[in-house]
């Protein structure tokens, strides 16, 4: 947390489980902090490019945890 080097941007992700009615509920969330304006700006548009295709990947894997989580 303390590493604030110039030119950098740092992610935290995290999983939770919840209990949800009769079953859970996933939960993911992603932090991004870049370490100056200028590696804010940058990240953006890079995420700005990458966004759709993490999306995907993203509900794919969730739905890939259901399905594994339901059993067969």
Do not use: N
Request: proline share 6%.
């Amino acid at each position: 947390m303390a590493f604030g080097e110039p030119g950098w941007a740092k992610a935290v992700i995290s999983h939770e489980v919840f209990a949800h009615g009769g079953g859970s509920r996933l939960v993911t969330e992603t932090r991004i902090r870049g370490t100056d304006p200028r590696a804010r700006r940058r990240f953006a548009a890079y995420w700005f490019l990458i966004r759709p295709g993490v999306g995907l990947i993203r509900r794919s894997a969730l739905a890939a945890a259901a399905r594994r989580c339901e059993g067969p």
